[in-house]
């Protein structure tokens, strides 16, 4: 669980949907992106947000928006 700034905790599967819509909005799209099962079914309080995998055309995308970001830029290529 994430803490909002208006005192809100949110659930790792709301983070998901929330990472997964962001992921989108700049074009990049993790088929594999979930609550990863162990980590979820576990006694610790927060889950782990598995990412997975993908393809070489995907993780170039996510790169060039994260640099994009890191540039001071709304995003990459």
């Known amino acids: 669980m994430e803490l909002m700034s208006d005192g809100r905790l949110l659930t790792t599967e ?3 949907a929330r990472l997964r819509a962001a992921l989108k909005g700049v074009g990049v799209a993790l088929p594999s992106l979930g609550v ?3 980590s979820g079914a576990s006694s610790e309080p927060f889950a782990l947000v598995a990412l997975g995998r993908c393809n070489v055309r995907t993780a170039t995308r996510l790169a060039a928006v994260l640099e994009g970001v890191a540039a001071g830029g709304d995003e990459g290529a």
């Open 14 to 16: 709301e983070i998901v």
């Open 36 to 38: 990863d099962p162990v």
